[in-house]
């Protein structure tokens, strides 16, 4: 039972690391290995937001991810748009972009057990008989109607549909009159918004650290490539997968192997099926 | 309005066309045009530890050529065979940790553990990667850059070799001009060795995996067997770094898998000029002293080196040797259009 509950819990989790990932990745093509120093980001400016300036935990929460959101857009609009369609040059630029916000905040001494965010709900209700924190229950909620939210967003409205156009052919889209660079640009910057939000959800469960940054971002990559690189619907459902493995490694192997089992995800999905388990890009595009 | 239209136009130099052919041996301007760039990376090379002012600079040489040699064999991977590996510190720690235990478990001396841990690492390398070699593009990366953290994490997970205290006693050179020298003469020794091999009948075919791997399997051959042998060769350096590493800091430990020797090869390779082989050796000898320089500073140094990578990456792809050996063999003037 408390297996089911947890591996509920960190799947939900690992889909809101995850689907910022996913969502650049299937509209621009652009894999964005900044995508972990984004969270960090996100983390860090609420908490200088809350700390510094002393605001309503709300409106930080509020600012921040729209901070967080114009960081990723100028990051694709002066860098990555340069680069696009090398997709070595991609990941090399973003990589680097990635650690030198991390780099960058380490240097500045922004390491330690002294930057946490409180929790949005004090206490904890039981589920049967497995004491659950409020605030987890409050994580599940959230992303399921992040998720739900989503895919209304890409199904009624215009510039989801948009999103979608390009997704699935650039050409065809820009032949009705779709900015492909705006949309990428606003792709980039929704995406980043999900990563300050998956911050401000999990960050309040431990210490805002450099190391959370590299270790979202693994997990985010383990997430969309077990689910298929650019289909958003595969990565939350590979999220479930890997959550679940994930519990069920550390309930009877121990905590350590947490890691190697999203890194051993990675490394036999990519051999086995690399279009991932719901993908559907074309076998040729990816080996030989 | 009369805007004047121009153009830059690029000509060879002549003593570069004469020196083409036969005519090179004809002055010794020729002969020396030929020979200079050569001569004064190979005795520029072997001077080095000679003027260096202290033992610590002398250190910093090592290293250098430690990842020259590894930012050779991701230049050779990702621009003759198409397969762009950011897992170097892969190499690099099993190369390492195979000359640990041979060391300090067996007892053997340097002489053999270099040579073994070079080959039977380059093996192991290769085993672990046949999998993944019919990987292209993006996948094949993603999942090279994997293979390191994942080893690093099944050590501390399974607690062995040291876990994360790492291999310590390990013996070192016998003296520190044997511990430069060798590594200098390996640098130049793989240099010229692979541009000889890109050259041959087998580089072609390299490069033919790289430019259209369909037309190489219409031809009968197994693209997967030759990127094993790619990955061998690669392998094989990153190994032999990483044995020599671990008798400098006589120290074998996670840290080797850790991204560092992941990212400066590459970042030397991209300001050091994209498939050239020189040009990622340069780029060593150009980024390792700055990021010395900048210790002081900590992990700013990892910053400011990753700006300059994006700042290559964007505006300057090209790379300073490319853009030496234009200006070395063609001259460029404005002609009106």
Known sequence: MDILIYGTINSMALAIMALGFALVYGISRVPNFAHGALYVVCGFVTWSLLRGLGLNYLVSIFLAMIITGVIGALIYQFVLIRVRGMAISEIIASYAIGLAILEGFRWWGFKGMTYTLPVFVEGSINIGDIPVDLHRVVIVGICAAVVAFLWLFTHYTRIGLALRGMAQDERAALMLGIDSDFMAVVAMAVGSMLAGLAAVLLLPLGNIVVEAGYNVLILAIAVCIVGGLGSWMGAVLAAFLIGFAQILTVVYWGAHYQMVVALLAIIFTLIFKPSGLFGRQKELEERV | ?337
């Open chain 2, 1 to 337: 309005m009369n805007i004047e239209e121009r153009r830059k136009e690029r000509l060879d130099r002549g003593i570069k066309v004469r020196t083409d052919g036969i005519y090179a041996i004809m002055s010794l301007r020729e002969l020396s045009y030929l020979t200079m760039p050569r001569l004064v990376l190979i005795v520029g090379l072997l001077i080095l530890p000679l003027v260096m002012p202290s033992m610590y600079w002398q250190r910093v040489i090592s290293i250098v050529c430690i990842y020259s040699l590894l930012a050779l064999s991701f230049d050779f991977l990702a621009h003759f065979v198409g397969l762009v590996c950011l897992g170097g510190a892969f190499f690099i720690g099993i190369g390492g940790y195979l000359a640990a235990i041979l060391n300090t478990y067996f007892g053997m001396p340097p002489l053999l553990t270099i040579p073994i841990a070079t080959v039977v690492g380059a093996g192991i390398c290769t085993l672990l990667l046949l999998p993944c070699l019919p990987l292209r593009g993006v996948y094949f990366a993603i999942v090279s850059l994997m293979y390191p953290l994942l080893m690093a994490r099944i050590i501390e997970a399974l607690n062995i070799l040291g876990g994360t205290d790492g291999i310590v006693g390990v013996d070192s050179f016998a003296n520190r001009w044997i511990e430069q020298y060798f590594v200098i003469l390996m640098v130049l020794l793989f240099l010229f060795g692979m541009r000889r091999l890109v050259n041959l009948d087998i580089g072609l075919v390299f490069r033919a995996v790289k430019d259209n791997d369909q037309a190489v399997r219409a031809s009968g051959m197994s693209i997967t067997f030759y990127k094993a042998i790619a990955v061998f060769i690669a392998s094989a350096m990153g190994c032999l770094s990483g044995a020599c590493l671990v008798h400098i800091y006589m120290w074998s430990g996670i840290s080797q898998f850790a991204l560092d020797f992941s990212i400066i090869p590459i970042a030397a390779t991209v300001i050091g000029g994209a498939g050239t082989l020189v040009g990622p050796v340069l780029g060593c000898f150009i980024l390792v002293p700055i990021s010395e320089l900048l210790r002081d500073f900590g992990t700013l140094r990892i910053v400011f080196y990753s700006l300059i990578l994006v700042a290559f990456i964007v505006f300057r792809s090209e790379g300073v040797m490319v853009y030496g050996q234009r200006k070395y063999h063609q001259f460029e003037r404005w002609v009106k259009i």
